[in-house]
T-cell receptor, first 111, second 115 residues
Framework: AAGVIQSPRHLIKEKRETATLKCYPI?????VYWYQQGPGQDPQFLIS???????DKGSIPDRFSAQQFSDYHSELNMSSLELGDSALYFC??????????FGPGTRLTVL | AQKVTQAQTEISVVEKEDVTLDCVYETRDTTYYLFWYKQPPSGELVFLIR??????QNEISGRYSWNFQKSTSSFNFTITASQVVDSAVYFCALSEETGANNLFFGTGTRLTVIP
């Protein structure tokens, strides 16, 4: 069965650089969620989209933005990166209000 | 406000022992969903179960079973006859009907199964 695809799987950036993470949901899933998991922490909700519209916003810094495109894939854009942004970033997808299935994550390291 | 508490930070058991992971939640919503996810050392989050607030029936899936008790706001997870492959961090999570289906995670329980 098709799963959520995230790219890249690993990313290394310098402070103050920008990064773009991509997420391709499971086919026919209309909702995408982004979560950030710091080292030894639980995942924290960042933002979600339903049918290409933002549906909810969590603890996402103003330096981050995201959108969902017409083909339902989503991108998380991160600017002015800080050391504290180093984390595992998960994308999850679902059909409306059903269980979320997570991608493998993108591990971002900011040096 | 919503909250998920997993009081057990780390648990170690010997292979073939049974183990129960505790989860206590808080929510003001009458309609909500409870989840368990497994995060093995490879890092991915694996969906295990979703239970809605109106379904208190316990569930068994192979060696896994879940006990949902609204009276104590608990959703505990038991692994029977544990195996080394069960070693992982297990997260309990909550989503509320009013919360656009976003997940609030507990802090996780790291389970180590010793051969």
């Amino acid at each position: 069965a098709a799963g959520v695809i995230q790219s890249p799987r690993h990313l290394i950036k310098e402070k103050r650089e920008t990064a773009t993470l991509k997420c391709y949901p499971i086919p026919r899933h209309d909702t995408v969620y982004w979560y950030q998991q710091g080292p030894g922490q639980d995942p924290q909700f960042l933002i979600s989209f339903y049918e290409k519209m933002q549906s909810d916003k969590g603890s996402i810094p103003d330096r981050f933005s995201a959108q969902q495109f017409s083909d339902y894939h989503s991108e998380l854009n991160m600017s002015s990166l800080e050391l504290g942004d180093s984390a595992l970033y998960f994308c999850a997808s679902s059909t409306f209000y059903n269980e979320q299935f997570f991608g493998p994550g993108t591990r971002l390291t900011v040096l | 406000a919503q909250k998920v508490t997993q009081a057990q930070t780390e648990i170690s058991v010997v292979e073939k022992e049974d183990v129960t992971l505790d989860c206590v939640y808080e929510t003001r919503d009458t309609t909500y969903y409870l989840f368990w996810y497994k995060q093995p050392p490879s890092g991915e989050l694996v969906f295990l179960i979703r239970r809605n607030s109106f379904d208190e029936q316990n569930e068994i899936s192979g060696r896994y079973s879940w006990n949902f008790q609204k009276s104590t706001s608990s959703f505990n997870f038991t692994i029977t006859a544990s195996q080394v492959v069960d070693s992982a961090v297990y997260f309990c999570a909550l989503s509320e009907e009013t919360g656009a289906n976003n997940l609030f995670f507990g802090t996780g329980t790291r389970l180590t199964v010793i051969p």
